[in-house]
């Protein structure tokens, strides 16, 4: 059996652990701040210790690798809603699966004297500038493949919102900038103009005050200010693609704001 140094196996699993967590946030716009990431990554490198311990049945390795990523998740990115903590758990396990794509050709090309693997963990002999060279690479493919996705984003849309007996059609804006997610359900948010809520709830509201039955304030952030906007759940929400015509609903809440009459979405949260 190789030797295991428990030092440098911790350390390596901090490291892939915070890349994976940013890869995870890349590809769901989630909010990462890097003191939870560390101490995510921190925590996650304790499961690596699975490595030194006895052959375990694969059902038992299965259930500890799914409580560690669901557990790793929830202390980066916190656990806003049972939808949102899926959502990035899954992110987390597609960025595993592509890692554990490059441990098993690194295995391929240079052999089990570098690579050892035991209980579904593994570590690499190889020395830290590799590493970082590996993982940026794989970094970096996620991006260019995200930023390909992206650019999706100058299609053509129509958003419909139905409230009650209000039925509002207006013209969509896909804006991968649009991060706002209601921190209660997990759900993003479409932000439509002010000037758009008397059409869809029949109330003047002027500012945040006297909001109708079902509303709430959400806080946000842009480049140059800070506050809070009004949001609710509306009874149907679909976007349209103009041009292929097809219809999707979407699960998301509705806020407004200035966004010059149209309605903002951002279609990696919003599948279109």
């Keep these: ?50 490595i030194l311990a006895p052959e375990l049945p694969t059902w038992a390795v299965t259930a500890i690798k799914l409580i560690a990523a669901v557990t790793v998740v929830g202390v980066a990115f916190g656990i806003h809603s049972r939808r949102y903590l899926l959502m ?59 930023r390909y996705t992206d650019r999706r984003a100058g299609g053509e849309y129509r958003v419909i919102v139905r409230y009650r007996d209000k039925v509002t059609e207006l013209t969509g804006i896909a804006d991968t900038g649009n991060l706002l997610t209601d921190h209660f359900t997990g759900a993003p948010v479409v932000i439509c103009g002010q000037e758009a809520m008397e059409r869809m709830t029949g109330h003047v509201i002027a500012g945040t005050e006297g909001l109708p039955s079902g509303f709430r304030l959400l ?28 219809r999707r609903t979407a699960d998301a809440v509705v806020g407004f704001g200035e966004t010059g009459g149209k309605a903002i979405f951002n279609p990696d949260r919003i599948k279109i």
């Design 219 to 246: 806080p946000c952030s842009t480049v140059s200010s800070s506050g809070v906007i009004p949001i609710f759940r509306p009874d149907e929400l679909l976007i349209v693609d103009i041009r292929s015509g097809t």
């Design 88 to 146: 990035n758990t899954a992110a987390f396990f597609s960025a595993n699966f592509i890692l554990a794509g490059g441990v098993f050709a690194a295995y391929t090309w240079l052999g089990p004297g570098y690579v050892y693997i035991g209980n579904s963990c593994f570590y690499v002999d190889l020395s830290l500038m590799v590493l970082i060279v590996t993982t940026a690479v794989m970094y970096g493919a996620v991006a260019i493949v995200k």
């Design 1 to 50: 059996m190789q030797t295991i140094y428990i030092d440098v196996l911790i350390v390596l699993n901090i490291y892939v652990n915070y890349i994976l967590l940013r890869i995870t946030a890349k590809l769901t716009q989630g909010k990462l701040r890097a003191g939870r990431c560390i101490g995510a990554s921190v925590y996650g490198s304790l499961y690596s210790l699975l």
